[in-house]
């Protein structure tokens, strides 16, 4: 591949020193699970979010999953969401037997649409996951008031919204720290946020077999503790993240200065977008896609079947056309490459290579 879609290695190759000497101590220190360094991990976190809480999870499935379990949400109960995300987002309600209600995104945002929201919530509704899709922050300030908001953060962390920062708005934000998130692991993890003192301590001992002291079990919990050697390197990566996320704003006003809007729908730009991944829309996405991987570029399209069209979810009784935006949007979207200092050269081939096989946007 001449240039892939990610490239997580040219961000931490500069670090390698210093994660091995965090991953040495780790190892010399023989504290494996829930050791010095999740528990400074968590305040470094917590002091960077702006949040009272954060909780070191396994990863960011089992993020939503212990905020369902700690609220409470299980059969019978609602949960708004979108269906333009990925599985994980909804795999946690399923399980909790709570019923995802889809609504629809916003065309330019890709997030929900918070009229389609309010139309959606019943006497059932007990809470509203946002997902900060591609690394833009959800319109939470215009979602229905009086109903708790679980931030699906796993795509955004260190994206602002509304002057504070994504995953500290609502009653919890969720993380994911996969290889290829703007704050990543070299491995699975994960993290929740909260200012909610009860529900920071209910998801603690969720975490950890329903145990606060390894003798009295009060819940039926998880074995999902963020790892000490995944926290050792979050340690070294969290400094980082501001300046990968301004590398990532540069490079996608890039694409723009390259003149890739005459070619695709960019994704519009605003203060707290981190742009986890770098996603335009066309009406000529196979042959886009075509073109660069004969070219040897890399590219996604993503949630090309939205959630409400997935077999798992058949039962909730959702037709094609019943999300418009939504799948317009799974029709349209395309990733392109974008990564914290990926070179200018690259990014012109990218553009270069589009420009080649698909015509100029009727303006």
Not at 32 to 58: C, H, K, M, Q
């Amino acid at each position: 591949m001449r240039i892939p879609l990610v490239h997580v290695k040219a961000q931490y190759a500069p670090l390698l020193p210093a994660v091995r000497v965090a991953i040495d101590e780790v190892l010399e220190s023989a504290r494996f699970i829930l050791g010095p360094n999740v528990s400074a991990f968590e305040e470094e976190a917590r002091a960077y979010l702006g949040t009272a809480d954060a909780i070191g999870v396994a990863n960011g499935t089992d993020a939503i999953q212990l905020v369902l379990d700690a609220m409470g949400i299980g059969p019978g109960d609602e949960v708004i969401c979108p269906a333009f995300t990925f599985y994980a987002t909804v795999e946690p309600l399923l399980r909790r037997g709570a019923t995802p209600v889809f609504a629809d995104i916003d065309p330019v945002t890709l997030n929900l649409d918070p009229a389609d929201v309010a139309a959606r919530v019943t006497g059932r509704t007990k809470a509203i996951l946002a997902v900060h899709l591609f690394g833009r922050p959800a319109p939470l300030s215009q979602l229905p008031a009086g109903i708790p908001v679980i931030e699906d953060t796993a795509q955004a962390f260190g994206a602002t919204v509304e002057g504070r920062r994504a995953g500290s708005v609502g009653i919890a934000g969720t993380f994911s720290f996969f290889p290829t998130k703007n704050l990543f692991g070299i491995g699975d993890g994960g993290l929740v946020s909260t200012s909610d003192e009860a529900l920071a301590e209910t998801i603690r001992m969720l975490r950890f077999h329903g145990s606060r002291d390894k003798e009295r079990f009060e819940l039926v919990g998880y074995n999902s503790r963020l790892d000490e050697i995944q926290a050792a390197v979050l340690r070294v990566f969290l400094p980082e993240l501001d300046r990968w996320n301004l590398l990532r704003r540069d490079a996608a006003a890039q694409y723009r200065e390259l003149g890739l809007h005459e070619l695709c729908e960019l994704p519009e730009d605003e203060p707290g977008h981190v742009y986890h991944m770098y996603v335009v829309r066309t009406q000529e996405r196979e042959r886009l896609l075509d073109a660069l991987r004969d070219a040897e570029i890399g590219s996604a399209a993503y949630y090309t079947t939205p959630l409400h069209l997935q077999p798992a979810l058949a039962h909730l009784g959702y037709e094609p056309g019943s999300l418009p935006e939504t799948e317009r949007a799974a029709a349209e979207d395309v990733a392109l490459p974008l990564w914290a200092g990926i070179e200018p050269d690259k990014q012109e081939l990218v553009v270069e290579t589009i420009r080649s096989a698909v015509p100029v946007r009727a303006s």
